[in-house]
């Protein structure tokens, strides 16, 4: 696509639900990676892939967050369990293999954990 | 320490002075350095990208870069209003790879 591409927008949950975001990079775009933003904050590295496989998940929080992209184009990220500490906009980036690695972001999916 | 440390500011510069907004990184290899800003409610968007020590012109922006000092930063000419945002400084953590950090972000108020 154009662009890349979040869904949902906008995700108001419970505590204790699973979520899922998902993410369509722009085409092409070998590498995708997930951050987390709280308001007044920079994004927070979460994890990033180079095609299909996770090149790096040092930045998820613990093991109720989990990230897929089983055929190199489209990511989901899944939280399980969710807490009220999870709420943040959640962004996705995609960026081209290349050595500039300049990334471009996608509107992001706020994620409200009541 | 983090990673990739700014002052959040707010900075504030009137219309038409020349705002600088600084970075310091702790990662010694880090390769690739970045400038991102980011209006109130949306996401990131590239500014400048700066690969070597020394300057990087681009109209109204100049990126810096010096490596022994582990130090970034991003000066803005004649400043407007709609300049106002906050500035994300951003690294590539890693030599070869693609793993990018931001900092917290500093806050610039341009007044008119």
């Known amino acids: 696509g154009a662009g890349v591409s979040q869904t949902p927008s906008n995700k108001v949950t419970e505590k204790g639900k699973y979520v899922e975001l998902r993410c369509d990079p722009i085409s092409g775009h070998t590498a995708l990676y997930w951050y987390r933003q709280s308001l007044g904050q920079g994004p927070e590295f979460l994890i990033y892939?180079?095609?299909?496989?996770?090149?790096?998940d040092s930045g998820l929080p613990n093991d109720r967050f989990f990230a897929v992209r089983p055929e190199g184009s489209v990511s989901t990220l899944k939280i399980q369990r969710t807490e009220r500490g999870d709420s943040a906009v959640y962004l996705c980036?995609?960026?081209?293999?290349?050595?500039?690695?300049?990334?471009?972001f996608g509107a992001g999916s706020r994620l409200t954990v009541l | 320490q983090k990673e990739v440390e700014q002052n959040s500011g707010p900075l504030s510069v009137p219309e038409g002075a020349i705002a600088s907004l600084n970075c310091t990184y702790s990662?010694?290899?880090?390769?690739?350095f970045f400038w991102y800003r980011q209006y109130s409610g949306k996401s990131p968007e590239l500014i400048m990208s700066?690969?070597?020590?020394g300057d990087k012109e681009d109209g109204r922006f100049t990126a810096q870069l010096n490596k022994a000092s582990q130090y970034v930063s991003l000066l803005i000419r004649d400043s407007q209003p709609s300049d106002s945002a906050t500035y994300l400084c951003?690294?590539?953590?890693?030599?070869?790879?693609?793993?990018?950090?931001f900092g917290a972000g500093t806050r610039l108020f341009v007044k008119a």
């Open positions: 951003a690294v590539n953590g890693d030599t070869g790879g693609f793993k990018t950090i």
């Open positions: 892939f180079q095609g299909t496989g996770a090149a790096d």
């Open positions: 980036a995609s960026s081209p293999r290349d050595g500039a690695n300049v990334l471009t």
């Open positions: 990662d010694r290899v880090s390769q690739s």
């Open positions: 700066i690969y070597s020590n």
